[in-house]
């Protein structure tokens, strides 16, 4: 099942705009991933925040996460060309290994 | 020098028949995955592999059968083709135990005809 549900669907913003995804999950969580899919690519890992924190950094990336509302959020800042892609929250369902990924957002940044 | 290596990155078959693809790491993880990835891009996980033991095994028809002969590769047979099996189908590998990062392979495009 389905575990993660990210939104906007797609998105489509001028370079040097910031770009925000949201994404919502079901169940109880140790930790929430953001993974970005460029064209005909694997996926790429960009960052994982665990439970317990609120809000992580990682370059132009700012990751927030709510439990209370089993939600988080993917905020890119400055946006580029190269940050075109698809953008997926993964979470571990329940107790098990299985990471349980989102449909994705799509995120087009028009140079 | 690549990570997670998948081999063919494409392959159209005919209905009904057999191939496999195939999966390399050489991150020394001991836990590698195989993943669909269908049309509308959403991916669901199929079979998860620690050290060779079979962990997960999705609701996944059983002419796809994974086969790992060490613990840096993991292969995927596929039988008796079906359209519905055109995808894109990843491998991905972790360390054990970490619930943490996966790192995913290129991809191999699976068509039937």
């Known amino acids: 099942s389905q575990q993660g549900e990210e939104d906007p669907q797609a998105l489509s913003i001028q370079e040097g705009e910031n770009a925000t995804m949201n994404c919502s999950y079901k169940t109880s969580i140790n930790n929430l991933q953001w993974y970005r899919q460029n064209s005909g690519r694997g996926l790429v890992h960009l960052i994982l925040i665990r439970s317990n924190e609120r809000e992580k950094h990682s370059g132009r990336l700012r990751v927030t996460l709510d439990t209370s509302k089993k939600s988080s959020s993917l905020l890119i800042t400055a946006s580029r060309a190269a940050d075109t892609a698809s953008y997926f929250c993964?979470?571990?369902?329940?107790?098990?290994?299985?990471?349980?990924f989102g449909k994705g957002t799509k995120l087009t940044v028009n140079p | 020098d690549t990570a997670v290596s998948q081999t063919p990155k494409y392959l159209v078959t005919q209905m009904g028949n057999d191939k496999s693809i195939k999966c390399e790491q050489n991150?020394?993880?001991?836990?590698m995955y195989w993943y669909k990835q269908d049309s509308k891009k959403f991916l669901k996980i199929m079979f998860s592999?620690?050290?060779?033991?079979?962990?997960i095994n999705e609701t996944v028809p059983n002419r796809f059968s994974p086969k790992s002969p060490d613990k840096a590769h993991l292969n995927l047979h596929i039988n008796s083709l079906e359209l519905g099996d055109s995808a894109v189908y990843f491998c991905?590998?972790?360390?054990?135990?970490?619930?943490?990062?996966?790192?995913f392979g290129p991809g191999t495009r699976l068509t039937v005809l």
């Open positions: 991150l020394g993880h001991d836990t």
């Open positions: 993964a979470t571990y369902q329940g107790g098990s290994e299985k990471l349980v």
């Open positions: 991905a590998s972790s360390p054990e135990g970490r619930r943490g990062e996966q790192f």
């Open positions: 592999y620690n050290n060779k033991e079979l962990i």
